[in-house]
């Protein structure tokens, strides 16, 4: 299997930009998570999704953050507008029922906000 | 709501044996899990305990007090590929639901 798949890998934009992130999750697996990792706040739980259903959005930090998922093999993070803070290592997991606590995670999507 | 706690450094030798601590507080918890990340890629999975107990994989083990809200990582013969950041995990929720990271523990091993 490919493993779960993230684009973009890197992203820089500007102040007020929108930026959307992709996910392809594991096929076959039940469950998606969007993480954002930071030094500051480590890595937090922003939204995750049971059978493309979300289950759980109280980590997404504002408003500006929204997350979708369309059918079971593929997701979005959107955030508008960005802004400066916004700035980390977004990675997308997903996991099969049943399989507690084993989350496979995609190489992630580095954004800057300028 | 959560708290994890980890130590945020540990160093050692290559070929020692080191233990990185993981202490809990959460409402709901199944289990504890351990990832691994090198150099900001992804995390990968380790372990996972959902009873007390030891679990053991290879070089690695984990270990669950769930009176205690205490789990532990032990990895042995350490080498310098095991230089990495270690989080512990919990588990809230039933059938694969929601993972709480601790804040990592940076693992230098030295040669």
């Known amino acids: 299997d490919a493993g779960v798949i993230q684009s973009p890998r890197h992203e820089v934009t500007e102040m007020g930009q929108e930026v959307t992130l992709r996910c392809k999750p594991i096929s076959g697996h039940d469950y998606l998570f969007w993480y954002r990792q930071t030094m500051m706040r480590g890595l937090e739980l922003l939204i995750y999704?049971?059978?493309?259903?979300?289950?759980?959005d109280s980590g997404m930090p504002e408003d500006r953050f929204s997350a979708k998922m369309p059918n079971a093999s593929f997701s979005t993070l959107k955030i508008q507008p960005s802004e400066p803070r916004d700035s980390a290592v977004y990675f997308c997991?997903?996991?099969?029922?049943?399989?507690?606590?084993?989350?496979?995670f995609g190489e992630g999507s580095r954004l800057t906000v300028l | 709501g959560q708290s994890l706690e980890q130590p945020s450094e540990v160093t050692a030798v290559e070929g020692a044996i080191v233990q990185i601590n993981c202490t809990y507080q959460?409402?709901?918890?199944?289990?504890l899990s351990w990832y691994q990340q090198h150099d900001g890629g992804a995390p990968t999975f380790l372990s996972y305990?959902?009873?007390?107990g030891l679990e053991e994989t290879g070089r690695f083990s984990s270990f669950l007090s769930r009176s205690d809200s205490y789990g532990y990582l032990l990895l042995q013969e350490l080498q310098m590929k095991d230089s990495a950041s270690y989080f512990c995990a919990v588990t809230e929720g039933n059938q694969g639901g929601k993972l709480i990271f601790g804040q990592g523990t940076e693992l230098s091993v030295k040669p």
């Open positions: 997991a997903s996991s099969l029922r049943g399989r507690l606590g084993e989350l496979f």
């Open positions: 999704f049971n059978n493309n259903v979300p289950i759980d």
């Open positions: 305990n959902g009873l007390d």
């Open positions: 959460t409402s709901g918890f199944y289990g």
